[in-house]
Structures are given as structure tokens and as C-alpha cells.
């Protein structure tokens, strides 16, 4: 018997790469292997009805590839120490996961012996590039075949496609596309799609089940989050976990975000994303009682270049391990208690509880009184501080050109 080529193609379960499954071996002949790279946003049953369609679909063989501990290590934890939001908006949930399914997905192509690997991205987005550019770098000897993409299908080819070769399932087109992970779950719909427009309220997967008020004490160790209310965690994964469900009751975290893509087209997209939202905020106002001024605004510039980079399909170049080491000796002092109050759709920042607090000093107190300086080296210093504008402002007269 003739031998077949094998490919390994990045595995959801839906429509797409359902398609892929079956045309990847029955029209192109290969040996087809699937995985799915869970970075925390599928259940143990979810992960079974996937690893069942697979093998319904007719795949060699399917493995589940948990990089959950990786996703958090390696990306949300300097997620949280750069305050990572998009555009000051998006926690970036699904651009980040993606990096990492696709390193899961490629290095498991090379343990298994490949000619070719496999995902069912469109040609309209950011994931094509994100999977293409990371099998491209880590396995350059490796095709990357895309159906989807390269011949421009649509949803009806695609479940005719599957119906002619035998395979029934429901295909029923979903209002609304849900990509859900621990960082954060991404809504796309028709509304999405439209400037002018919302999500209505019955898109959001978590439903607001408390209208009352609660506190919630976030407690943090050198910048990442190790107690929930009072509750230590060494799981840090389970600790975020158990933040997104307090804020999800409240329906915290919702917004749309509205960004530039890497292939240059704007887009939109809603989320939720109680976790990240309430935990970026409360990191935050912990180090603006912890760090000094400039400590605040390096860190926010690394912040902002750093999310940008990894939303960009950036995580493989080697300046991100460089800002990631400036990320992480910034939180050295970055430990205390945070207390918010939430409420739906909202919360508020209550205060914070730390031995670093640079508030607590002995040189004063803001707006009341002053103990480490005089009056006149107040005024002595006012006088120097003003001698560069002085100067501008007189040749400015001098010239006739007083503003």
C-alpha cells in the first residue's frame, strides 16, 4: 500500500475545520491527524465532543494539547504586570491564546512526524498570520495547507461538502461566534460588524445574576494575584478563575473593541472578560502606591509595545523577552491587598492595603502638611524650576513674539 502523506491540522470542531478533515483526506489524499491546544477555555466534556467529532470525521488519530500553564506563565502574568489593554480597552484574550495553540500545535507536528500541518483560518483576519508566521519560524520545513482561506468558501459549500461525504451533524449557523478562553471571551456577530451598533444583552455567554453589591479583596505577590478574598491560591490559574466568576455574576468586564488589524483593515469585536478587567485594574492602582513616577511610565510605554507585539503576532522575537525582564523586576514591590466594590455591569476601586505604599511616609502629607522641606525650599525651588520657561518667554517678548 501506497504510503500517504500526514498532516496535522489544528482542530476546534467547528465548521471549518470539520471541512478540513474530511477534504484534506478525501480529496487530497492525505493521512489526517488532529489536535486541539486548550489554553483554558474548554471544559473536560467539551474536549471529549471535539475528540469524538474527530474521530467521526475520519482522523487518524486526535490529542488534546493543554498549555494552559504555559498561556499563564509565559504570557499572562506580564500581561498583568504591563497592564495589557488594547487600544486602553481589549485584554487581548483571543490574540494571545492564539500564539500559543499554535506553538502547541506545531511542536506536536514535529513529535509526530508531519509532511504538513493544517489550520482553518480565513483569509479576512488576524489568526492566519498568527498560525502561518509561527509554523513558518519554528518549522520552516513544514507545508501549512489552508482550505477555508485558499479557496474562498463559503458556509453552504462547506456543509454540502460534509452531507455528499456522508457526515451529519448540526451545522445550524450560530447568531453569534464565541471564542472562549482564561483570559477572556471574544463575541463576534452581526452587530460587530456595523459601527454604528451593540451586542444585545442575551449575546454575552455569562448572564448578570446578582443586581446587589459585594467586596472583593484582590492580593497580590510581586505583581501576580495570590489571594482571592482573604483565600490563598498557588494555582494561579485557579485564582483567576475564581475572579472572573465573581465579576461575571455582575456582568463586569463587557465592551467592544475597536482595533487595526495586522493585515491593516479595521474590525470590531465585543467581549467579556470580568477576570482580566477587575485584576488589570486593581494591579494598576496597587503600583501607583508602589512604584516611583518613572517606574509608572517606562513600565506603561513596555506595557503598551508589548501588548501591541504580542496582538501582532510578535511573541517570537526576541525583544519580547527583554521586555518581559523588564516586566518582571518592576513588580518586585508590587505586593498588597486591593479592595473593590462591585456592583452590575461596574465596580469601584476602594483602596489598597501595603507595606510599599510610597503615600505612607514620613517627608508629608498631600494637600495638608509638609515635614522633610521648608517654605523657602519650596520657594527656592519653584525659582529654579522656572528659569528655563523664564528665559523662553523673554527672548519671546524680546521678539515681539509674546504668546
Do not use: C
Not at 527656592?380 to 513674539?401: E, S
Amino acid at each position: 500500500m501506497e504510503n500517504k502523506k500526514k498532516v496535522l491540522l489544528a482542530f476546534s470542531g467547528g465548521l471549518d475545520t470539520s471541512f478540513a478533515v474530511k477534504y484534506l483526506s478525501e480529496d487530497l489524499g492525505y493521512e489526517v491527524h488532529t489536535a486541539i491546544a486548550n489554553t483554558g477555555g474548554f471544559s473536560d466534556e467539551e474536549l471529549e465532543i471535539i475528540a469524538d467529532k474527530a474521530k467521526r470525521l475520519g482522523a487518524a488519530s486526535h490529542a488534546t494539547l493543554d498549555v494552559t500553564g504555559d498561556y499563564y506563565s509565559k504570557s499572562i502574568r506580564y500581561m498583568i504586570a504591563g497592564n495589557v489593554l488594547r487600544n486602553g480597552t481589549y485584554p487581548i484574550s483571543v490574540s494571545s491564546e492564539r500564539i500559543f495553540q499554535a506553538i502547541a500545535i506545531i511542536e506536536y507536528a514535529k513529535k509526530i512526524g508531519v509532511d504538513a500541518v493544517a489550520h482553518g483560518s480565513t483569509g479576512a483576519g488576524n489568526d492566519q498570520v498568527r498560525f502561518d508566521l509561527t509554523f513558518q519560524i519554528l518549522a520552516p520545513e513544514i507545508e501549512i495547507i489552508t482550505p477555508t482561506r485558499d479557496m474562498t468558501l463559503t458556509r453552504e459549500y462547506e456543509i454540502d461538502y460534509l452531507k455528499n461525504h456522508g457526515y451529519e451533524a448540526d451545522f445550524k449557523k450560530m447568531e453569534y461566534s464565541i471564542n472562549k478562553g482564561l483570559w477572556g471571551t471574544s463575541i463576534g456577530g452581526k452587530e460587530t460588524l456595523k459601527s454604528e451598533q451593540t451586542l444585545p444583552e442575551n449575546a454575552y455567554p455569562s448572564q448578570i445574576t446578582r443586581t446587589d453589591t459585594e467586596t472583593l479583596k484582590l492580593t497580590f505577590t510581586e505583581g501576580e494575584l495570590t489571594a482571592v478574598n482573604g483565600k490563598e491560591y498557588t494555582d494561579r490559574i485557579a485564582a483567576i478563575r475564581a475572579v472572573e466568576k465573581a465579576g461575571a455574576e455582575f456582568g463586569i468586564g463587557r465592551d467592544m473593541h475597536i482595533g487595526d488589524t495586522i493585515i491593516g483593515i479595521k474590525g470590531r469585536v465585543g467581549f467579556e472578560a470580568a477576570g482580566p478587567i477587575l485584576i488589570i485594574a486593581a494591579h494598576k492602582m496597587l503600583e501607583k502606591h508602589t512604584l516611583t513616577k518613572w517606574q509608572q511610565y517606562w513600565k506603561d510605554q513596555i506595557g503598551t509595545w508589548y501588548g501591541m507585539f504580542l496582538h501582532e503576532a510578535q511573541y517570537l522575537e526576541p525583544v519580547m523577552r527583554d521586555m518581559e525582564a523588564m516586566l518582571e523586576t518592576s513588580q518586585r514591590n508590587v505586593s498588597g491587598t486591593v479592595e473593590i466594590l462591585l456592583r452590575p455591569y461596574s465596580y469601584t476601586l476602594v483602596g489598597v492595603d501595603t507595606s510599599f505604599d510610597l503615600m505612607k511616609t514620613d517627608f508629608g502629607e498631600y494637600g495638608e502638611v509638609n515635614k522633610a522641606w521648608s517654605a523657602d525650599d519650596v520657594k527656592g525651588f519653584t525659582k529654579i524650576l522656572g528659569n528655563q520657561m523664564k528665559i523662553y518667554h523673554n527672548v519671546q517678548k524680546r521678539n515681539g513674539k509674546a504668546e
